[in-house]
């Protein structure tokens, strides 16, 4: 909703041609997927599981320092991988095609306290959908920040990087909370709704089960090491969340990403929606650690275009992406890690504060704020 | 506590430990094979049998529980990493000293997973495996008289039997396009010098068909035998029409290998079967939508088939990628995305 609209030279003719040229893409990848592919996350998540098992057990003599240094950098890591390139990826159907009921949309269960299919629902249907939509994409912002200029500013606002900060530190709560969209929901009448009933007992019993392992049960074998174990399991946790929010908030949140009126995707066509997640998403430049290390989120613009294509192949869709952007004359917005955060983190600053009224106003789109 | 009772309590530690995965998710790491795992076998050798055929050698895991000479196997195997699941005759005794079971498949003209095996199978494989099962098979008490009636590679669950008990008086009728595509060829010669078994082939490029009506001729005792056929659907049809004309039809035991022909059309008949709705549908619609419009409960997110929300299993018949044109067959454990898929013929949807 920046003044002067990134896509204003494109016809509409334009934006079709641009969304077919997606789909040749998309149809060039899926009819070259196979054995290789399926070798590639089989290896992925063989690899976590290994380097999880011997976190765990070097942790189990956490008494002794390095043990301690070893176990936590080790579990940190396994913990992003569960997350990221297998969980995050497996449960957009990704790798569905291989028809391996163990490593499915349907009955992959992750590392996270919030439950899979809930989180399925919040985040591939409605964020995919609705991407960077005010008000119908509760990514943005996750309800307790402002992130556009144009939304309307409310002290509450003045708080809000010390919202994001804490959201970061205990973020698989936040998207826990955020799936059953707490803060919705809390009013009494909602709250005895049987569906949000059942579904806030799943996730009580989710994190119920990830504590108890983190907690309690692998603290207690490790007899002497419980405390170091108990600290080294929360490191971890912290880590992984830390890591994965600030991954995330790269994904839409730099200046240069574009977010749309409700009204904007009315009668949406193939072509507009796929011009949405190109000007609503943005990447994270780096070399191949960093790319498995945000589970390919990096390529945040080729996840939303193709969000079900397998994620080791994004890097090589990303140069004709890439290309696509420079023919028809739009912005890909991306850049290191740190410069993204940062850029991410001062969007979160600035709209902390009050900003002079925007210029264009319709009673209408003024409604439409509030209401996001 | 009883043993069990420790041992499920234990087992439930155990979960704790690894949740959300469990315990097997780590055990399959190093132990694929074991008892408790889900059945899997190895592949641990491919032997030629013809051109276009070749035996697979099988160590089944722990929770094998043996076969029957002439049941057959499900088996699930990755081909261009896509899990497909077919089935194949044992074609190994029962008392096989090594635990070992085979299986031979004959590679059909675009069979993905027959050719598969056949060229590209690697010793050292992974599949996945099914229990035994089937009914084609030899009664408790011993025959008198034996008349196996095969064509093509309806010749191995019978090459089952013939390994795994032996007869005193076994007649076996062969059919197959030339001498070299018959398999088990030498091994079926040396059967009958051994003076075991009493072949004769049918070479169908040469001499036609078989008429069935040819038996009189071919085994004038064949009324008198029980009969075990496996073949063609031609073939098997014919017998089942003969030996019942004759008034002999419960000797007569057939097996019908069923190739899924799934004719991909433009729209088609739709069935919800758990629902038991039926309903017309065109080549255009996306399936999710049939379904909400006969009032069926359908599973849905995105409608533009990227949240995958609507995944429902396909249990017969063909659906055509509304995106790509793809066309997917109903096979076991194949879902499907119903807003991006319509009918390709006559399908069921299970809902």
Redesign the interface.
Same mark, same amino acid.
């Given at each position: 909703m920046t003044a002067i609209d990134p896509t204003a030279h494109l016809t509409a003719e334009q934006i079709e041609e641009l969304g077919r040229e997606l789909?040749a893409i998309r149809?060039e990848v899926?009819a070259d997927?196979? %054995?290789? !592919?399926?070798?590639y996350i089989r290896k992925v998540i063989?690899a976590q599981?290994?380097l999880e098992?011997v976190s765990r057990g070097v942790l189990l003599f956490s008494i002794f320092p390095p043990a301690w240094l070893i176990g936590t950098a080790g579990l940190s890591v396994a913990k992003i991988m569960d997350n990221m390139e297998i969980g995050h990826n497996i449960l957009?159907?990704q790798w569905?095609?291989?028809?391996?009921?163990?490593i499915?949309?349907?009955t992959w %269960?992750? !590392?996270h306290v919030s439950p899979a299919d809930q989180w399925?629902?919040s985040h591939?249907?409605l964020h995919?959908?609705y991407t960077n939509v005010i008000g119908k994409d509760n990514d943005l912002g996750y309800g307790i920040m402002r992130v556009d200029e144009d939304q309307r500013w409310h002290p509450f606002h003045l708080g809000q990087p010390l919202w994001n900060f804490i959201n970061a530190c205990f973020f698989e709560y936040g998207i826990a909370a955020y799936d059953l969209e707490l803060g919705k929901n809390l009013h009494k009448r909602r709250r005895k709704n049987p569906e949000f009933r059942a579904r806030a007992r799943a996730v009580g019993r989710?994190i119920r089960?990830?504590v108890?392992?983190d907690y309690v049960?692998?603290p207690l074998?490790s007899g002497p090491s419980f405390l170091t174990t108990l600290a080294a399991t929360f490191t971890a946790n912290l880590v992984r969340n830390i890591w994965t929010h600030s991954v995330i908030m790269c994904g839409h949140f730099p200046e240069g990403v574009q977010v749309f009126e409700r009204r904007s995707i009315k009668g949406e066509t193939r072509g507009q929606?796929y011009l949405r997640q190109m000007m609503g998403s943005a990447n994270i430049s780096g070399s191949k650690a960093m790319h498995f290390m945000t589970g390919n989120l990096s390529h945040q613009i080729e996840h939303h275009l193709f969000?079900?294509l397998p994620s080791n192949r994004y890097a090589e869709v990303a140069v004709k992406v890439r290309a696509l952007f420079e023919k028809y004359e739009l912005e890909y917005v991306t850049g290191p890690l740190p410069k993204q955060v940062f850029s991410a983190w001062h969007k979160v600053f600035r709209l902390s504060l009050p900003n002079k009224k925007p210029k264009v106003n319709t009673p209408d789109r003024e409604q439409e704020l509030v209401a996001a | 506590m009883t043993s069990a009772a420790l041992r499920s309590r234990a087992w439930k530690?155990l979960e704790?430990?690894?949740?959300?995965?469990l315990p097997s998710?780590?055990l399959d790491?190093v132990s694929p094979l074991r008892a408790g795992a889900d059945l899997r076998g190895r592949i641990e050798a491919v032997h030629p049998e013809t051109g276009s055929a070749a035996t697979i050698v099988i160590r089944p895991g722990r929770g094998w529980r043996g076969h029957t000479a002439g049941q057959y196997v499900r088996i699930g195997v990755?081909v261009?990493?896509?899990?497909?699941w077919r089935a194949y005759s044992v074609t190994s005794p029962t008392n096989r000293q090594d635990g070992r079971v085979t299986i031979t498949v004959k590679a059909i003209p675009d069979g993905k997973v027959s050719n598969h095996l056949v060229r590209r199978a690697k010793p050292g494989t992974l599949i996945q495996l099914d229990q035994a099962t089937g009914d084609f098979v030899l009664p408790q008490a011993k025959p008198a008289k034996v008349l196996y009636l095969t064509a093509g590679s309806g010749i191995t669950p019978v090459m089952g039997m013939l390994r795994d008990i032996e007869f005193d008086d076994v007649v076996m009728v062969h059919c197959a396009p030339q001498p070299q595509d018959v398999i088990f060829r030498n091994e079926l010669h040396d059967l009958v010098a051994d003076k075991k078994l009493r072949l004769t082939e049918v070479h169908t490029d040469t001499d036609g068909m078989l008429d069935i009506a040819r038996l009189d001729e071919l085994v004038p005792d064949w009324a008198e035998r029980e009969t075990w056929a496996c073949g063609p659907a031609g073939l098997l049809d014919a017998a089942e029409e003969h030996w019942t004309e004759h008034g002999v039809r419960e000797r007569l035991h057939t097996e019908r290998f069923r190739p899924s022909i799934v004719v991909a059309g433009d729209g088609g008949e739709v069935t919800f079967s758990t629902t038991g709705k039926t309903v017309d549908a065109d080549g255009a619609t996306p399936l999710l939508d049939v379904g909400e419009e006969a009032g069926v409960l359908m599973p849905s997110?995105?409608r533009?088939?990227?949240?995958?929300?609507c995944?429902t299993p396909l249990k017969a018949g063909a659906v055509r990628d509304l995106?790509?044109g793809?066309i997917t067959e109903a096979?076991p454990?194949?879902?499907i995305?119903t807003c991006v898929s319509a009918a390709a013929g006559p399908c069921d949807i299970e809902r």
């Open positions: 789909d149809d899926i997927r196979g %054995e290789k !592919d399926a070798a063989s599981r290994k098992l957009h159907g569905d095609w291989m028809r391996d009921p163990k499915h949309s349907t %269960e992750w !590392d399925k629902h591939n249907e995919h959908t989710k089960k990830q108890l392992k049960i692998h074998l929606w969000p079900d | 530690l704790m430990v690894t949740t959300p995965l998710d780590y790491l990755d261009d990493g896509v899990r497909l997110g995105c533009m088939g990227i949240c995958f929300g995944v995106r790509t793809e096979e454990g194949v879902l995305q």
